[in-house]
C-alpha cells in the first residue's frame, strides 16, 4: 500500500492549536503521516530574498519572503508537543528541515522519517548531514534534472543512507496538467533503481490516484482546514473532506489493482451459469435422432455442455427425448 502524507506544512500560520486540528483532521482521513516544515527564517532564507509569484498574488506582497515565514516558524516545544499529540493520534509525525539546525531539532525529537525537500537538492553540506543520520529519507525532486536527482542520491549513499524513496515533484503552486508528466516517476525508478512515489501539487486528486495506479509508493498532498485561510499555501491544498475522498480513491485502486492474475474472481464465479452458454435442442428431439444444425443450437444457461465442443456433438445420435430448449 503506498505510504500516504498529508503535507500541512506551513498551513498551521504558527499557531500550534490549528496544528493540532490539522492533525486531527489527517488522523480522520486515515492518512499514514502528517507533515511539517521545520525551519530557521535567520539560517534558511536572506531577508532580501523575493517572494515566488504565486506567493506574491495571495499574501501581502510588500512582505519579503524572510518576513513571511519568521511568522510560521515553530520552536522544539511546539515540535515536541506536536510529536507527541500525533503519536496519541496514531498518526505518524515528519517534518522537513530546511537547515542544518533544522535538521539537528529534529533528529534530536527521535524523526523516524527525514523528507528532503526539492528546494535542497544541491545542497551538498545538507545532504552530507542527513546521509550521515543513516535514518529513512523521502527525496523530493521538483524543478531537479535526471544527473542531479542521481547526484543527490549518491551523497546521501555515501555518507551512509540507504532507504531512499524519491518523489517525482513539479515545484509550480498549482501546478499546471501539462506540466505534471506523470511518466517522469517511472523513469526515475527505471534509470536510478529506486522506489519512487510522487508529491503532488495540481488541483484536485486525480493525479495522486493515477500516481498509485502507476506504483509510486509514497503519495504527498498539502491539505488545509480552510483554502480561505491566510497563508502562502492554502489555496493550493485540499480541504478535509477531499483529503478523506483521496485516501479513500487510493485504496480503492489499490484493491483494484490486483494480483495479476487473469482468471475468474470469486464474485463474478456466480454469474458464469447465467452469461455463458450451452448446447441446447431448438425443437423436440427423439432418442435415436441425428444431431444438426437444424435441430440443436446454442443458448444460455452456461451449465451444460460447452460450445467449445460443437463440432464434437454434431452428427453423434440422441441417447434421450428433448424437448425444446432442453440442454444436450
Known amino acids: 500500500?503506498?505510504?500516504?502524507?498529508?503535507?500541512?506544512?506551513?498551513?498551521?500560520?504558527?499557531?500550534?492549536?490549528?496544528?493540532?486540528?490539522?492533525?486531527?483532521?489527517?488522523?480522520?482521513?486515515?492518512?499514514?503521516?502528517?507533515k511539517f516544515q521545520t525551519f530557521k527564517s535567520d539560517k534558511?532564507?536572506?531577508?532580501?530574498?523575493?517572494?515566488?509569484?504565486?506567493?506574491?498574488?495571495?499574501?501581502?506582497?510588500?512582505?519579503?519572503?524572510?518576513?513571511m515565514t519568521k511568522k510560521l516558524e515553530m520552536d522544539f516545544n511546539e515540535h515536541k508537543e506536536l510529536m507527541s499529540y500525533c503519536k496519541d493520534?496514531?498518526?505518524?509525525?515528519?517534518?522537513?528541515?530546511?537547515?542544518?539546525?533544522?535538521?539537528?531539532?529534529?533528529n534530536d525529537?527521535?524523526?523516524?522519517?527525514?523528507?528532503?525537500?526539492?528546494?535542497?537538492?544541491?545542497?551538498?553540506?545538507?545532504?552530507?548531514?542527513?546521509?550521515?543520520?543513516?535514518?529513512?529519507?523521502?527525496?523530493?525532486?521538483?524543478?531537479?534534472?535526471?544527473?542531479?536527482?542521481?547526484?543527490?542520491?549518491?551523497?546521501?549513499?555515501?555518507?551512509?543512507?540507504?532507504?531512499?524513496?524519491?518523489?517525482?515533484?513539479?515545484t509550480e503552486y498549482p501546478t499546471p496538467m501539462e506540466d505534471v508528466n506523470l511518466n517522469a516517476m517511472n523513469t526515475i525508478k527505471e534509470k536510478l533503481d529506486v522506489e519512487v512515489g510522487y508529491s503532488d501539487h495540481t488541483l484536485g486528486i486525480e493525479v495522486p490516484i493515477a500516481a498509485v495506479s502507476m506504483g509510486a509508493k509514497v503519495i504527498e498532498k498539502h491539505?488545509?482546514?480552510?483554502?480561505?485561510?491566510?497563508?502562502?499555501?492554502?489555496?493550493?491544498?485540499?480541504?478535509?473532506?477531499?483529503?478523506?475522498?483521496?485516501?479513500?480513491?487510493?485504496?480503492?485502486i489499490e484493491k483494484a489493482m490486483g494480483d495479476g492474475i487473469k482468471k475468474p474472481s470469486k464474485s463474478e464465479m456466480k454469474n458464469m451459469d447465467v452469461v455463458r452458454k450451452s448446447i441446447v435442442a431448438i425443437k423436440k428431439i427423439k432418442k435415436g435422432e441425428i444431431f444438426t444444425e437444424e435441430n440443436i443450437y446454442i443458448k444460455r444457461p452456461g451449465n451444460g455442455i460447452s460450445p467449445m465442443k460443437w463440432h464434437e456433438v454434431l452428427g453423434t445420435i440422441a441417447i434421450k427425448d428433448y424437448d425444446e430448449d432442453d440442454l444436450i
Request: with cysteine; glycine share 4%; aromatic share 4%.
Open 109 to 170: 525529537l527521535g524523526l523516524e522519517i527525514f523528507k528532503i525537500p526539492s528546494g535542497e537538492i544541491t545542497n551538498l553540506p545538507y545532504l552530507e548531514k542527513i546521509g550521515k543520520l543513516k535514518k529513512k529519507v523521502i527525496l523530493s525532486t521538483g524543478m531537479s534534472t535526471l544527473d542531479e536527482i542521481e547526484n543527490a542520491l549518491n551523497i546521501l549513499r555515501e555518507n551512509g543512507t540507504k532507504d531512499i524513496t524519491v518523489l517525482h515533484c513539479n
Open 1 to 34: 500500500m503506498a505510504f500516504i502524507i498529508a503535507e500541512a506544512g506551513v498551513n498551521h500560520n504558527g499557531d500550534i492549536n490549528i496544528a493540532k486540528k490539522m492533525i486531527d483532521i489527517a488522523s480522520e482521513c486515515m492518512v499514514d503521516a502528517i
Open 44 to 67: 534558511c532564507t536572506s531577508k532580501k530574498t523575493p517572494k515566488s509569484e504565486y506567493q506574491k498574488n495571495i499574501t501581502n506582497s510588500n512582505e519579503t519572503l524572510y518576513e
Open 223 to 252: 491539505f488545509t482546514l480552510d483554502k480561505n485561510m491566510e497563508g502562502p499555501d492554502h489555496k493550493a491544498s485540499l480541504e478535509p473532506n477531499e483529503l478523506k475522498q483521496m485516501v479513500e480513491c487510493i485504496r480503492n
Open 89 to 106: 493520534k496514531n498518526i505518524m509525525f515528519i517534518s522537513s528541515p530546511f537547515d542544518l539546525e533544522s535538521i539537528d531539532l529534529l
